[in-house]
């Protein structure tokens, strides 16, 4: 089984709808990161969390909203998607020592119409 | 601010052949570096990494060099694979405001024709 989930794969919706992604871990670790990939962009953080009292905004937080439930699961909601907000999204985790890596899952594809 | 910089892509290449490609940052303090490869369809995975100057990274061939006095951290490979067909990102370690996240370059396209 995969140690980083992420769903769904996929999601098409329309301009002012809700979007929740979720992402679990097996890992066991503490720290948490929503990253977003446009082409020729890289990944962009947009919010992170070090432990379940911990939310910190990232580079490009407008838009977006998370909810850390617990040590495994961290959730990105989209309150109002617009079609600029089409991208793939990434979960990641990592241990507390920044010189390790981050684990990623596999990627939501979100369209916005 | 810190940030890495990598060549452009897409790269294109044939089997065999020998592969750079750059990546230059700045940042403060003493970052660590990594690059990262996202084959289609998946997620990054984390390919190699450096945590001080000098150090090197190697895994599948593949190595990069931390060199702090031009502030670059390359990746080579002799002898690239058809398999080798991916992104490759290059990546540091941001420890600015107490916080540790990464920070991520653009990201090369790679593809190896047999």
């Known amino acids: 089984d995969a140690d980083v989930t992420q769903t769904p794969r996929n999601r098409i919706t329309k301009t002012g709808k809700r979007i929740m992604l979720e992402c679990s871990q097996t890992k066991g670790h503490d720290r948490m990161y929503w990253y977003r990939q446009d082409p020729g962009l890289g990944l962009r953080l947009i919010y992170y969390?070090?432990?379940?009292?911990?939310?910190n905004k990232g580079e490009i937080s407008d838009g977006y909203s998370v909810s850390r439930q617990a040590q495994a699961k961290f959730s990105l909601s989209l309150e109002s998607a617009i079609p600029n907000q089409t991208a793939l999204y990434f979960c990641?985790?990592?241990?507390?020592?920044?010189?390790?890596?981050?684990?990623f899952g596999p990627g939501t594809r979100l369209t916005v119409l | 601010g810190n940030s890495v910089t990598q060549m452009e892509g897409p790269v294109t290449l044939s089997e065999e052949a020998f592969l750079t490609i750059n990546c230059t940052y700045t940042a403060t303090g003493y970052p660590s570096l990594f690059w990262y490869v996202q084959y289609p369809g998946e997620g990054l995975q984390l390919l190699l990494k450096?945590?001080?100057?000098?150090d090197k990274g190697s895994n599948k061939g593949f190595e990069a060099t931390y060199r702090k006095e031009t502030t670059s951290f390359h990746l080579e490979k002799g002898s690239v694979q058809v398999s080798d067909s991916a992104v490759y990102f290059c990546a540091l370690s941001d420890r600015r405001g107490g916080a540790q996240k990464l920070v991520f370059g653009q990201g090369t396209r790679l593809t190896i024709n047999p």
């Open positions: 450096a945590t001080k100057a000098d």
């Open positions: 990641a985790t990592s241990d507390v020592d920044i010189r390790n890596e981050q684990f």
């Open positions: 969390s070090f432990d379940v009292k911990d939310i």
